[in-house]
C-alpha cells in the first residue's frame, strides 16, 4: 500500500491503492508512518509524497475506517508528524487530494500539483466534523475567503486557482517535484529546519477553545453522522436534521 524509493537524498513515498483511489485505512497510516521515519532515519535530505494511479488521495476510506475507534486519533497523529518532520516534504499533488488527502498535502511544506489536479475538504457533505488544525492551516495557506469556500461551500479548488493563491507552489508533475527536491536536499539543512519551525508555527497548533473541541466532537457524535453513514451504503442523498 505504500512504496518508497530513494535517489540520492531524496526518498519519494507513494501511495499505492489506485483501485481505492488511495483512500486512506489504518495500515496505509501506519505504514506512511513508518515510511516517514525510515526516511529521515536514512538521512533523507528531501521527501516527495504522492500517489499512484490518477488520484492523489480521496481521503479516508469511508467504507469503514474513518467511522473506527481511533483511526480519526491515528490519522492526526500522522499529519502531525509529517508536519514535524525536521527535513522539506513535498506534496506532488498527482490528481484530486481530497479530505484526509488534502490533509496530508498541507502537512507538506511545499505542493507541486498536476495541471488538472484539485484539493478539496467536503466533510460537510458526510456530516464528519474536522480538527482545529485543519481549518486553521486551510486559511494560512489559500486564506480566509477561499478556505469558508472550500469547507462551508465544498467548492473544490483548481490547480490554477491553488498556484494563484500559493497553495500550490509550482504546476507540474511528479518528476518537476522531485527535480526540486534534489535541488532543494543540497541546501544546508539546519537553514531549512529552522524555516519550517517558523512557518508552521502560523497558530493552527494552538489549543482551540472549548467550546470548539465540543463543537467538532458533537458532529462525530450526531445521528447526522450516522445518516451520511447510511445514505452511502444505500446509495442516495443523506437527510441531515442537525441532530
Same mark, same amino acid.
Given at each position: 500500500?505504500?512504496?518508497?524509493?530513494?535517489?540520492?537524498?531524496?526518498?519519494?513515498?507513494?501511495?499505492? =491503492?489506485?483501485?481505492?483511489?488511495?483512500?486512506?485505512?489504518?495500515?496505509?497510516?501506519?505504514?506512511?508512518?513508518?515510511?516517514?521515519?525510515?526516511?529521515?532515519?536514512?538521512?533523507?535530505?528531501?521527501?516527495?509524497?504522492?500517489?499512484?494511479?490518477?488520484?492523489?488521495?480521496?481521503?479516508?476510506?469511508?467504507?469503514?475506517?474513518?467511522?473506527?475507534?481511533?483511526?480519526?486519533?491515528?490519522?492526526?497523529?500522522?499529519?502531525?508528524?509529517?508536519?514535524?518532520?525536521?527535513?522539506?516534504?513535498?506534496?506532488?499533488?498527482?490528481?484530486?487530494?481530497?479530505?484526509?488527502?488534502?490533509?496530508?498535502?498541507?502537512?507538506?511544506?511545499?505542493?507541486?500539483?498536476?495541471?488538472?489536479?484539485?484539493?478539496?475538504?467536503?466533510?460537510?457533505?458526510?456530516?464528519?466534523?474536522?480538527?482545529?488544525?485543519?481549518?486553521?492551516?486551510?486559511?494560512?495557506?489559500?486564506?480566509?475567503?477561499?478556505?469558508?469556500?472550500?469547507?462551508?461551500?465544498?467548492?473544490? @479548488?483548481?490547480?490554477?486557482?491553488?498556484?494563484? @493563491?500559493?497553495?500550490?507552489?509550482?504546476?507540474?508533475?511528479?518528476?518537476?517535484?522531485?527535480?526540486?527536491?534534489?535541488?532543494?536536499?543540497?541546501?544546508?539543512?539546519?537553514?531549512?529546519?529552522?524555516?519550517?519551525?517558523?512557518?508552521?508555527?502560523?497558530?493552527?497548533?494552538?489549543?482551540?477553545?472549548?467550546? =470548539?473541541?465540543?463543537?467538532? =466532537?458533537?458532529?462525530?457524535?450526531?445521528?447526522?453522522?450516522?445518516?451520511?453513514?447510511?445514505?452511502?451504503?444505500?446509495?442516495?442523498?443523506?437527510?441531515?436534521?442537525?441532530?
Amino acid at each position: 500500500m505504500i512504496e518508497s524509493s530513494a535517489v540520492g537524498a531524496v526518498t519519494t513515498i507513494e501511495l499505492v =491503492r489506485p483501485e481505492k483511489r488511495n483512500a486512506l485505512n489504518r495500515e496505509m497510516v501506519q505504514a506512511l508512518s513508518v515510511a516517514f521515519t525510515e526516511a529521515v532515519e536514512a538521512e533523507a535530505r528531501a521527501i516527495v509524497l504522492t500517489g499512484r494511479g490518477e488520484v492523489f488521495s480521496a481521503g479516508a476510506d469511508l467504507s469503514g475506517p474513518v467511522y473506527e475507534h481511533g483511526f480519526i486519533e491515528q490519522l492526526v497523529a500522522l499529519v502531525e508528524q509529517i508536519e514535524t518532520t525536521p527535513v522539506p516534504v513535498i506534496a506532488a499533488l498527482n490528481g484530486a487530494a481530497l479530505g484526509a488527502g488534502l490533509q496530508l498535502a498541507m502537512a507538506a511544506d511545499l505542493r507541486v500539483m498536476d495541471p488538472a489536479a484539485l484539493a478539496g475538504i467536503p466533510a460537510a457533505k458526510i456530516g464528519v466534523g474536522l480538527d482545529e488544525w485543519t481549518i486553521r492551516r486551510l486559511a494560512s495557506l489559500v486564506g480566509g475567503g477561499q478556505a469558508r469556500g472550500m469547507l462551508i461551500g465544498c467548492d473544490p @479548488l483548481s490547480a490554477d486557482r491553488a498556484h494563484t @493563491l500559493g497553495f500550490a507552489n509550482r504546476i507540474g508533475d511528479l518528476a518537476e517535484a522531485q527535480h526540486w527536491a534534489a535541488t532543494i536536499a543540497g541546501y544546508a539543512p539546519l537553514t531549512l529546519r529552522h524555516y519550517k519551525l517558523v512557518l508552521t508555527g502560523d497558530g493552527a497548533r494552538d489549543v482551540p477553545p472549548a467550546e =470548539r473541541e465540543q463543537a467538532m =466532537r458533537a458532529a462525530w457524535l450526531s445521528d447526522d453522522l450516522q445518516e451520511a453513514r447510511a445514505a452511502r451504503n444505500e446509495k442516495r442523498a443523506p437527510k441531515f436534521t442537525g441532530r
